[in-house]
């Protein structure tokens, strides 16, 4: 057991002052506000936030930071540099990837991450001798880190869609595909299997790439494979998905999800920046999250989606870092905010708990943690602890901080109530960040 103190703490009713929280087996014994410190208390210095939750990750793109940013291109022209990253891992270069990167997220304040895994099979497409080798990789090191992670096993069967139909995949886009829906959910089935972990740090989900890359002919069977699994699917990113959709099925992909039945509370869209009003109204009614990327969604020139309309609709909001241009939460959730003023020409969009929310226990709700997210008893002790008296938090209020903080401002993050960053740094040691030029240099 533990006990600790705060002067300030974020709980699911805002902003608290003198609170002193118990641990016990990794989870909030107690939480009490308006309380003194006892002997014996570990008094936290700084505001205290819940663990965030980084909804949507792809680990390999942490290698393209700084190398797709010269020369004009869209997200179409940024793909083919991914693939031709995707085509130079292997189970041992991608455990050693995702370490770095998970790394990042753990000294940023992230505590849980929703790995979008797609990259299954070896460069021709051929399964390893373990089917789930790349799986286990990333699972491996996101245990290694001390970091939360709810692995979202993506079916990838086509590459890509017109108003003519499916494609086949590509040379590379064979290392993400099992073939048809069956093959994947068989694989799965594997992995499931061996969930378990004694830390008690992984999880399993699904995951639709998108309408793009699974026909409607598959999205029945996947929702149906697991019906208790988390479910994730990209969404809308890109004006082309849509008139693709539209042209070959005469719907929107939001529709085309819902006429499968993969709506509801369970099921996560991934970006959701070009939607209808019919689009918004469904996933609102139906209480599926949508996930908001803001610093990949700018850098890659997607757009700003509907968030203000999604969250009035009734559809809970989260956040992502998906590409990994930028690890910070706090920009993250600023970003959910300011691009909704540069869409608006208001401020104030989303209140300052409202952001909070959808940093924490709304990310925390859809990869499947619902006890986590929080700082309230029962909920699993994940907390992040955020200097006050740095050069760019000074002078904030403590229910603003989020509006000044960085994730430089990061003090120590603590994960089923055991630390794994320790005064800005991580508890089990920097990883070999060698790994991000090797990839490039090495043949694939």
Known sequence: MINYWAEHAWLPDGLAERVRMTETDGRFASVITGADPEPGDERLTGAVFPGFADAHSHAFHRALRGRTQSGRGSFWTWREKMYALAGRLDPDSYRELARACYTELALAGFTVVGE????????EGRRYADPNAMGRALLQAAIEVGLRITLLDTCYLAGGLDETGYREPDPVQRRFSDGDVDRWAGRVAELITDEADPAGLTKIGIAAHSVRAVPAAALGALGAAFPERPLHVHLSEQPAENAACLAHYGRTPTRLLDDHGLLGPRTTVVHATHLTGDDI????????????????????????????????????????TDQHAVVDPFEELRGLELHERLRSGERGRFTTEELITAATAAGYRSLGWADGGGIAAGQLCDFVVVDRDSIRTAGSRPDQLCYAATAADVRRVVVGGRTVVADGAPVHGMPDLTILDRLWEEAP
Do not use: Q
């Open 116 to 123: 979008f895994h797609y990259l299954h099979h070896d460069h």
């Open 281 to 320: 109204a469904r996933l609102g009614g139906s209480g599926t999250c949508a996930c908001f990327c803001p610093t990949t969604e700018r850098d890659l020139a997607d757009g700003i989606g509907p968030a203000r309309e999604l969250a009035d609709a009734g559809a809970p909001l989260a956040l992502g």
